[in-house]
């Protein structure tokens, strides 16, 4: 059982930072992949990045590709999302997710563990 616990969400003018953060429980951290993915009011829930477990492959969807960036602390079973350039576009809830699957695999269902979310706010 991994529990999953994000934080560092907010509301951001366009073009500013945020740093998200996703705590994990358990010991095995380094053995999973860990994802985050979000979702807009009426839309289904997307993928925005992943990470394998050793930090040396990661994954990005088109759109925020440059601009947003994945890493991990296995010491501290930790997983970040670092985001840059914000745009109005980005705002939705944003969820860590924790995968056995040895691949940077985008699809949700890949994934056994979520944490509860957190909301990201951009304005214009």
């Known amino acids: 059982q991994v529990q999953l616990v994000e934080s560092g969400g907010g509301l951001v003018q366009a073009g500013g930072s945020l740093r998200l953060s996703c705590a994990a429980s358990g010991r095995t951290f380094s053995s999973y992949t860990m994802g985050w993915f979000r979702q807009a009011p009426g839309k289904e829930r997307e993928f925005v990045a992943a990470i394998r477990g050793s930090g040396l492959v990661r994954n990005y969807v088109d759109s925020v590709k440059g601009r947003f960036t994945i890493s991990r602390d296995n010491d501290k079973n930790t997983v970040f999302l670092q985001m840059n350039s914000l745009k109005p576009e980005d705002t939705a809830v944003y969820y860590c997710?924790?995968?056995?699957?040895?691949?940077?695999?985008?699809?949700?269902?890949?994934?056994?563990?979520w944490g509860q979310g957190t909301q990201v706010t951009v304005s214009s």
């Open positions: 997710a924790a995968s056995r699957i040895v691949a940077t695999t985008t699809a949700p269902t890949d994934y056994r563990y």
